[in-house]
């Protein structure tokens, strides 16, 4: 029943390491997106998905890349773990048009040693 | 993009008091959503603001947007526990995703 679901839920790796983060929403919305939280709790966009079409704040390192095999899903793939990665990521969805609510996944913490 | 301030930082109140937090920007917005996040959990979506001085009313929650649509805020009337977490302010939304406030950790002493 659970409407944005990501997996897994913690993550610790290594520096270096090249690991994924899936996420899928059963809510049949158009749009989904990817947020880093930090220590400080602060949210920033990273990744939006809409209908093939990828928006990428001009900020995410290019070892960031979102994958999405179909609507329903959009994974996040990072290369080259970096100790500055560890952080909480949410998956997010909405329905397209205006400006609708976010409907967030519980998150995954990524702690790199 | 937009941006959006939003203070306090922290709040400590004892159980009963009222809460409010402040979110303003330097540019006229589209709209502001409000969003709280329980102590490890995930953001949960309260409200959307679109209106010039709108007020919209959740129980003990109001929520209003300026009439230059550059700040908003939200008040907690008579603060109970399970108020505790942290309240985000966010602008934009759709293809950008949103802009969101550094939060307000709400810290309730009974």
């Known amino acids: 029943d659970t409407a944005v679901s990501q997996t897994p839920k913690y993550l610790v790796t290594q520096m270096g390491n090249d690991k994924s983060i899936k996420c899928e929403q059963n809510l049949g919305h158009d749009t989904m997106y990817w947020y880093k939280q930090d220590s400080k709790k602060f949210l920033k966009i990273m990744f939006s998905?809409?209908?093939?079409?990828?928006?990428i704040n001009e900020t995410v390192p290019n070892r960031f890349s979102p994958k999405s095999p179909d609507k329903a899903h959009l994974n996040l793939h990072i290369n080259s773990l970096e100790l500055g990665d560890s952080a909480v990521y949410f998956c997010?969805?909405?329905?397209?048009?205006?400006?609708?609510?976010?409907?967030f996944g519980d998150g995954t913490r990524l702690s790199i040693l | 993009g937009q941006q959006v301030m939003q203070i306090p930082q922290y709040q400590h109140v004892q159980e009963g008091e009222d809460f409010t937090t402040y979110c303003n920007s330097s540019t006229t917005l589209s709209n502001i959503q409000w969003y709280k996040q329980r102590p490890g959990g995930h953001p949960v979506f309260l409200i959307q603001l679109v209106k010039s001085g709108e007020v919209k009313k959740q129980k003990r929650l109001t929520f209003q947007f300026g009439e230059a649509k550059k700040n908003s805020s939200l008040h907690i009337t008579a603060t109970q526990t399970t108020d505790v977490g942290t309240y985000f302010c966010a602008a934009g939304g759709g293809a950008d995703g949103l802009t969101f406030g550094k939060g307000t950790h709400l810290i309730i002493q009974p």
């Open positions: 997010a969805s909405s329905p397209t048009g205006g400006f609708q609510p976010q409907h």
């Open positions: 998905y809409n209908n093939k079409e990828l928006i």
